[in-house]
């Protein structure tokens, strides 16, 4: 414990849009559904309703490492699991201080209930790990290396997938290690590329650790989002703009948000409905099946790997109604092209119980210097639109094509910096 910890910066989202008029607690069920639900655009253009008659993330754990995830929202109840507070601050993991860990557990899988948030994967499950940001360090004591141990921690567990809405302007050794563990394990770790494209764009982490699947934003008309880092780390890109987000820890009221953090958890959910469809596959193969049927313009060239959605944007329907994507060799990283461990889709057997707090994790690998993916594979050019997705840019627009045309959305975007900046 130290005071003040590593600083970091958090952004929680790029913009608070618009605060919906209708709170959750004490109005009627019908009316807030018409603010919450009917402002999660993405979930249409996905067509989810064909996607849940064969997937719905049953049997898929998610560990979502954030500010906390309030288990008693409308949205989760039933759905949370017990976890662990990395941040050894006041309260525990149960105890959102800032409202931006719940919005994003409810992205993945809210039930939508008395007119909440519907996550993308309702039936999968959340197991929430705390760490801190600037203003709780600022606050009190926290431990300075909770992101590292978070995320060990969640590679040992019995999360298939871990979610990261956090970033940091600075690469870190043991941070890296705790990524490549969890890689190593057999785990998706999607992490959000971060808000600053207009601000320096500078590469974030975890995001851009070589084992972390850089997530960015798109908005509802199909572009990337200004706000939305871009450059030779972006794996993939999810919808992340002017989503419904809890405005703030009194979790009584959604506001418009954008950010990479939206997008991480539709990524996260993408996954989790893809792998629970295929309960028998490694994360190498579920993450191959994301990038081959990820939705790409026209225009994009075959062999190529965009700087500003990666392989594409998330369609777990393509796979999943259609058959899109094959799942290759179970256990080649798709992100490395280097051999992993861990089960086919499985629980590791070291793994604490989610039922318990977990306070230890193992020792991670020793750690390789910093490199760019190479030799991604080839991926099928699957979407019409207009977009031109070479390394060097080019138009930014990218449309998913299902039976509707084009949708990609967002919310939360919430990053952190390993040191305080100041004003």
Same mark, same amino acid.
């Given at each position: ?21 209708? *709170? ?59 976890? &662990? ?13 800032? /409202? ?115 997530? *960015? ?8 989002? %200004? ?7 972006? %794996?993939? *890109? ?9 405005? %703030? ?25 893809? &792998? ?18 990820? /939705? ?26 259609? /058959? ?85 959305? *967002? ?13």
């Amino acid at each position: 414990m130290i005071e003040g910890g590593r600083p970091r910066r958090a952004l929680f989202g790029t913009t608070a849009v618009a605060v919906l008029t209708t *709170a959750l607690v004490g109005v009627a069920p019908t009316a807030v559904a018409a603010d919450a639900r009917s402002q999660q655009w993405y979930l249409d253009a996905m067509h989810v309703d064909k996607i849940w008659q064969k997937a719905t993330g049953k049997g898929i754990k998610v560990a979502v490492i954030d500010t906390g995830v309030d288990p008693d929202t409308p949205a989760l109840k039933g759905k949370v699991l017990k976890g &662990w507070d990395a941040s050894e601050s006041k309260g525990d993991e149960t105890d959102d201080y800032d /409202g931006h860990g719940t919005s994003i557990a409810e992205i993945i899988v809210g039930s939508g209930a008395n007119g909440s948030v519907q996550g993308l994967a309702p039936d999968a499950k959340v197991i929430p790990y705390r760490v801190s940001n600037t203003e709780r360090q600022n606050e009190q004591a926290v431990n300075a290396f909770d992101m590292e141990e978070a995320i060990k921690a969640a590679a040992d567990s019995e999360a298939q997938i871990i979610n990261v809405s956090f970033g940091s302007d600075y690469y870190g050794s043991s941070e890296r290690e705790a990524v490549k563990y969890a890689h190593d394990k057999g785990k998706l770790v999607f992490a959000a590329a971060g808000n600053n494209a207009t601000k320096g764009n500078k590469e974030q982490y975890p995001a851009s650790y070589p084992e972390a699947i850089a997530v *960015a934003a798109t908005d509802r008309n199909g572009k990337v989002a %200004d706000y939305s880092q871009h450059g030779e780390t972006i %794996d993939i *890109a999810a919808p992340g703009s002017q989503l419904p987000a809890y405005c %703030d820890k009194s979790l009584t009221k959604y506001c418009l948000r954008e950010g990479t953090s939206a997008a991480t958890a539709i990524a996260s959910a993408s996954a989790a409905l893809i &792998w629970s469809a295929h309960p028998d596959w490694t994360a190498n193969q579920v993450l191959r099946v994301m990038f081959e049927s990820a /939705g790409r313009g026209d225009g994009w060239k075959p062999g190529t790997v965009s700087n500003y959605v990666g392989y594409g944007v998330v369609r777990p329907g393509a796979h999943i109604n259609r /058959g899109i994507g094959k799942p290759g060799d179970p256990n080649i990283s798709p992100l490395t092209n280097k051999p992993t461990g861990g089960a086919a889709g499985a629980t590791p057997s070291t793994a604490p119980s989610t039922t318990a707090s977990s306070d230890t994790s193992a020792t991670p690998s020793a750690s390789a210097s910093p490199q760019a993916p190479e030799n991604k594979p080839t991926p099928d050019t699957v979407v019409a639109g207009s977009s031109e997705s070479t390394e060097t840019g080019g138009s930014r627009t990218v449309v998913i094509i299902g039976a509707a045309a084009v949708a990609v959305l *967002a919310v939360v975007g919430f990053l952190i910096a390993r040191r305080r900046r100041t004003a």
